[in-house]
């Protein structure tokens, strides 16, 4: 079943009028984790937080469906209610369902006394991505989009969020991450690997069992799905 289908879309920073994304085009089932990479600039982030409705940008044109509803009439709530989720760079309040979520720190490797404390008080770079994780299981999301969550980790930090990930995945969950680095993708190991450049898709790469890369222009939808089996 398709989860999210983005068709030509643009998009511009609200205040300057800067075009920054130049027609994505994307296709996630339930169930797939993409990753996008690219170089800095290319318009990752920018993609990401067009997707929760950041109000920093503005769309300029294209769709964007999410469970067959379009996802760009909805408020940034509306869409978390939704199922999508995004990781926080300055994670929100966690809310006080302590039972819920001290099942789920054993999850994230995290001690419970974590609840103690104040939210992102005292936390190290590894803690407050394990806490963005958190946040994910708590929430349950249908697609999470994982905005460089390798970025300051070590490597022991990075396996353990890894894990986390992999731990949260069910048949229904999907997950879009955003990373500049491979090593991430050696433990969330996506289906699908696509690359930005200039703000738009222009390479799709199939992992697994049948790599393969769908050239320019063509959307993932383009690959024969039937193949991999
Ligand atoms: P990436 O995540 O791939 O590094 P971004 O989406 O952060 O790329 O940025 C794409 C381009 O848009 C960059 O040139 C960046 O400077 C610019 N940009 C993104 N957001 C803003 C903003 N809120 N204000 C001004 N420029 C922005
Ligand atoms: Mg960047
Ligand atoms: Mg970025």
Same mark, same amino acid.
Do not use: C, W
């Given at each position: 079943?398709?989860?999210?289908?983005?068709?030509?879309?643009?998009?511009?920073?609200?205040?300057?009028?800067? *075009?920054?994304?130049?027609?994505? !085009?994307?296709?996630?089932?339930?169930?797939?984790?993409?990753?996008? #990479?690219?170089?800095?600039?290319?318009?990752?982030?920018?993609?990401?937080?067009?997707?929760?409705?950041?109000?920093?940008?503005?769309?300029?044109?294209?769709?964007?469906?999410?469970?067959?509803?379009?996802?760009?009439?909805?408020? %940034?709530?509306?869409?978390?209610?939704?199922?999508?989720? #995004?990781?926080? *760079?300055?994670?929100?309040?966690? %809310?006080?369902?302590?039972?819920?979520?001290?099942?789920?720190?054993?999850?994230?490797?995290?001690?419970?006394?974590?609840?103690?404390?104040?939210?992102?008080?005292?936390?190290?770079?590894?803690?407050?991505?394990? !806490?963005? &994780?958190?946040?994910?299981?708590?929430?349950?999301? !249908?697609?999470?989009?994982?905005?460089?969550?390798?970025?300051?980790?070590?490597?022991?930090?990075? *396996?353990?969020?890894?894990?986390?990930? !992999?731990?949260?995945?069910?048949? *229904?969950?999907?997950?879009? #991450?955003?990373? =500049?680095?491979?090593?991430?993708?050696?433990?969330?190991? %996506?289906?699908?690997? =696509? &690359? #930005?450049?200039?703000?738009?898709?222009?390479?799709?790469?199939?992992?697994?069992?049948? %790599?393969?890369?769908?050239?320019?222009?063509?959307?993932?939808?383009? &690959?024969?799905?039937?193949?991999?089996?």
């Amino acid at each position: 079943k398709v989860l999210l289908e983005v068709k030509d879309l643009t998009a511009k920073i609200a205040d300057s009028g800067l *075009q920054i994304l130049k027609g994505v !085009n994307l296709v996630i089932y339930e169930g797939e984790i993409h990753a996008i #990479m690219g170089k800095n600039g290319s318009g990752k982030s920018t993609f990401s937080k067009v997707l929760v409705g950041h109000p920093d940008y503005e769309v300029t044109g294209g769709t964007v469906l999410f469970k067959g509803e379009n996802l760009l009439d909805m408020e %940034p709530e509306e869409r978390s209610l939704a199922g999508l989720f #995004m990781s926080f *760079q300055s994670p929100v309040e966690i %809310p006080g369902f302590y039972d819920y979520v001290s099942r789920r720190l054993k999850i994230v490797n995290m001690d419970t006394n974590f609840l103690n404390r104040n939210v992102n008080e005292g936390f190290s770079g590894g803690e407050k991505k394990r !806490n963005e &994780i958190l946040q994910l299981a708590v929430l349950g999301a !249908n697609l999470a989009i994982l905005d460089e969550i390798d970025s300051g980790l070590d490597v022991d930090a990075l *396996q353990d969020v890894g894990e986390a990930v !992999n731990e949260l995945l069910t048949p *229904q969950k999907s997950v879009l #991450m955003v990373t =500049h680095y491979r090593r991430l993708l050696d433990i969330i190991k %996506p289906k699908f690997v =696509h &690359i #930005m450049e200039d703000g738009k898709i222009v390479k799709t790469a199939l992992m697994g069992k049948i %790599p393969g890369v769908v050239e320019k222009g063509k959307i993932n939808d383009s &690959i024969d799905r039937t193949s991999e089996l």
